[in-house]
């Protein structure tokens, strides 16, 4: 019987693979939850894409300032030695290549590292993108945080996205609820798994060929 | 004497025709020039098309002026959010235009508006439906999308404190889009909450310069 990591415990991973003096920018939802998990002697700059490189944790209640928000418009703080900028700077950070690591949530992924992430495509959705395309394509490494299987049991990891595409071969590492897997060349390999699942019982719930762990 | 200070802030949007596309700043609430909003939906004018990242937010500012049905078109790169319920249901009614774009595209082709650049190639949104129908090309092995400024007849921008020859600073997260979508717009009006004397404002510090705002306003009498 294998089990699952759970939401904090992906977090917990994704901030093991953030090295100091990284810059970074979290997404909205689960990732926002990766920044409870960087230890404080660890000097991490987290961008948002509103203007801020430097951003601290949620301030203490009373302390909100409206001018001072995150991504999701939550109230946040800025750390000594932060910046604040406009926002063609702000996308320039992405754009240009200037952020190590984002980490993004996602509907699906392909085993080529295609992202699926800001629409269903359904007919009735208003779309709304953000900065996701941005992100997706900017950071030199763009990490996914994810479910490995939707809520009726169909993998999200996949050949081929069926929801619209965010970006074309961007991801370069997924971590789910079963799996931490890289996007290579090759395909998409193995890295660790949930303990007391086998690389059979994983590939049993994912739509894409997987390859073995390098020892 | 130049004095780009104006008295009032009925007087600031005066001049705001039916169909003019007017950028207005902000990222959610912050740095929403709300009270240069409130005097444009006093002032009337309809058919607008609005740039600006969202889609109104709650019932006051942007959401306010697309409540009452002075919007045609709105160019943002985030309609949908918990609190957009005006904007919502006007587009479910067919009532409003969205051309929706990449946040960063959003911005740069405020910025290239600004410096006068006819467009560019940008990585961002190439083989996604956001990029459907547009030019493309290869540069060094990689693929662009080609995007096109986006001008305006009016910004409605807010900054923290101004002087009468449009010279502005601006508060923490605030200042996002205000910057860009002044250098974009022929008439960029200041929403501030201090208007001080010539020379106060530290020139080191000053972010956007006055060459790019043609009128500051206080926000509160």
Same mark, same amino acid.
């Given at each position: 019987?294998?089990?699952?990591?759970?939401?904090? &415990?992906?977090?917990?991973?994704?901030?093991?693979?953030?090295?100091?003096?990284?810059?970074?920018?979290?997404?909205?939802?689960?990732?926002?939850?990766?920044?409870?998990?960087?230890?404080?002697?660890?000097?991490?700059?987290?961008?948002?894409?509103?203007?801020?490189?430097?951003?601290?944790?949620?301030?203490?209640?009373?302390?909100?300032?409206?001018?001072?928000?995150?991504?999701?418009? &939550?109230?946040?703080?800025?750390?000594?030695?932060?910046?604040?900028?406009?926002?063609?700077?702000?996308?320039?950070?992405?754009?240009?290549?200037?952020?190590?690591?984002?980490?993004?949530?996602?509907?699906?992924?392909?085993?080529?590292?295609?992202?699926?992430?800001?629409?269903?495509?359904?007919?009735?959705?208003?779309?709304?993108?953000?900065?996701?395309?941005?992100?997706?394509?900017?950071?030199?490494?763009?990490?996914?945080?994810?479910?490995? &299987?939707?809520?009726?049991?169909?993998?999200?990891?996949?050949?081929?996205?069926?929801?619209?595409?965010?970006?074309?071969?961007?991801?370069?590492?997924?971590?789910?609820?079963?799996?931490?897997?890289?996007?290579?060349?090759?395909?998409?390999?193995?890295?660790?798994?949930?303990?007391?699942?086998?690389?059979?019982?994983?590939?049993?719930?994912?739509?894409?060929?997987?390859?073995?762990?390098?020892? | 004497?130049?004095?780009?200070?104006?008295?009032?802030?009925?007087?600031?949007?005066?001049?705001?025709?039916?169909?003019?596309?007017?950028?207005?700043?902000?990222?959610?609430?912050?740095?929403?020039?709300?009270?240069?909003?409130?005097?444009?939906?006093?002032?009337?004018?309809?058919?607008?098309?609005?740039?600006?990242?969202?889609?109104?937010?709650?019932?006051?500012?942007?959401?306010?002026?697309?409540?009452?049905?002075?919007?045609?078109? *709105?160019?943002?790169?985030?309609?949908?959010?918990?609190?957009?319920?005006?904007?919502?249901?006007?587009?479910?009614?067919?009532?409003?235009?969205?051309?929706?774009?990449?946040?960063?595209?959003?911005?740069?082709?405020?910025?290239?508006?600004?410096?006068?650049?006819?467009?560019?190639?940008?990585?961002?949104?190439?083989?996604?439906?956001?990029?459907?129908?547009?030019?493309?090309?290869?540069?060094?092995?990689?693929?662009?999308?080609?995007?096109?400024?986006?001008?305006?007849?009016?910004?409605?921008?807010?900054?923290?404190?101004?002087?009468?020859?449009?010279?502005?600073?601006?508060?923490?997260?605030?200042?996002?889009?205000?910057?860009?979508?002044?250098?974009?717009?022929?008439?960029?009006?200041?929403?501030?909450?201090? *208007?001080?004397?010539?020379?106060?404002?530290?020139?080191?510090?000053?972010?956007?310069?006055?060459?790019?705002?043609?009128?500051?306003?206080?926000?509160?009498?």
């Amino acid at each position: 019987m294998s089990t699952r990591y759970t939401r904090d &415990q992906m977090a917990q991973r994704v901030a093991q693979d953030i090295p100091e003096g990284a810059y970074v920018n979290l997404g909205i939802g689960l990732p926002t939850k990766v920044a409870n998990y960087l230890p404080p002697e660890r000097e991490v700059f987290l961008h948002s894409e509103n203007g801020l490189l430097g951003m601290g944790p949620a301030p203490a209640p009373g302390e909100e300032d409206e001018d001072l928000i995150n991504a999701g418009k &939550q109230p946040v703080t800025l750390l000594t030695g932060g910046a604040y900028f406009h926002h063609a700077d702000s996308f320039a950070m992405m754009r240009g290549g200037h952020l190590d690591i984002c980490v993004l949530g996602a509907f699906q992924v392909s085993h080529a590292g295609d992202l699926a992430n800001w629409h269903t495509g359904a007919p009735d959705a208003i779309p709304a993108v953000g900065g996701a395309m941005d992100l997706a394509i900017g950071a030199k490494q763009v990490f996914v945080m994810m479910e490995h &299987q939707t809520k009726t049991g169909e993998s999200k990891v996949v050949e081929r996205c069926t929801y619209p595409l965010t970006g074309i071969g961007c991801v370069s590492r997924l971590y789910t609820d079963l799996a931490v897997l890289d996007v290579t060349p090759a395909g998409l390999r193995v890295r660790e798994m949930a303990p007391g699942l086998t690389l059979a019982d994983l590939q049993a719930v994912t739509a894409a060929p997987l390859l073995p762990p390098i020892d | 004497m130049i004095d780009k200070t104006c008295a009032s802030l009925e007087r600031a949007v005066a001049d705001i025709h039916d169909g003019a596309t007017v950028m207005i700043g902000g990222f959610g609430n912050a740095g929403m020039p709300s009270a240069l909003i409130d005097a444009l939906i006093a002032h009337g004018a309809r058919e607008l098309t609005i740039v600006n990242n969202n889609a109104g937010n709650g019932d006051t500012g942007l959401a306010a002026l697309i409540k009452e049905k002075r919007v045609r078109k *709105i160019v943002c790169s985030f309609p949908r959010q918990a609190d957009s319920w005006h904007f919502d249901a006007l587009y479910r009614a067919g009532d409003i235009e969205l051309e929706l774009t990449p946040q960063g595209n959003l911005a740069e082709r405020i910025r290239a508006a600004g410096a006068g650049i006819g467009g560019f190639f940008t990585p961002t949104g190439y083989g996604t439906l956001l990029a459907e129908g547009k030019e493309t090309r290869v540069i060094d092995g990689r693929h662009y999308v080609f995007e096109t400024p986006i001008h305006a007849d009016f910004a409605l921008i807010k900054a923290l404190r101004g002087d009468r020859w449009g010279n502005l600073v601006y508060r923490k997260t605030a200042r996002n889009f205000g910057p860009i979508m002044a250098m974009a717009a022929q008439t960029t009006i200041a929403q501030v909450v201090e *208007i001080v004397p010539l020379g106060e404002l530290d020139p080191e510090a000053i972010v956007t310069p006055g060459i790019f705002v043609q009128r500051v306003v206080k926000e509160a009498a």
